[in-house]
């Protein structure tokens, strides 16, 4: 296995596996950074993303994400 040295990691956790996915369609492709782990707890209803990358990169997907996941919150 490559392992990648990063100087950030970010951890996003979101309600239910589809909004998890679209997040992070959107962080991979709003910003330079690689999926390093996800999760899926009780039954994917929770979800867990890990990415990694440089710092600035980190922090720009971690916003997407948040407004992701706020576009799908009822």
């Known amino acids: 296995m490559n392992k990648k ?5 970010g951890v996003v956790e ?3 596996f589809t909004n998890a996915l ?5 962080m991979l492709k709003a910003s330079d950074v690689d999926l390093v782990s996800c999760e899926k ?4 209803r929770m979800v ?3 990415v990694g990358g440089d710092t600035s ?3 720009a997907a971690i ?3 948040e407004i ?3 576009a799908y919150v009822s």
């Open 5 to 9: 040295n990063f100087s950030a990691i």
């Open 14 to 16: 979101i309600n239910f």
């Open 22 to 26: 679209i997040a992070l369609d959107e």
């Open 41 to 44: 707890k009780l039954g994917g």
């Open 48 to 50: 867990t993303i890990i």
């Open 57 to 59: 990169s980190v922090n």
């Open 63 to 65: 916003e997407v994400a």
């Open 68 to 70: 992701s996941a706020k």
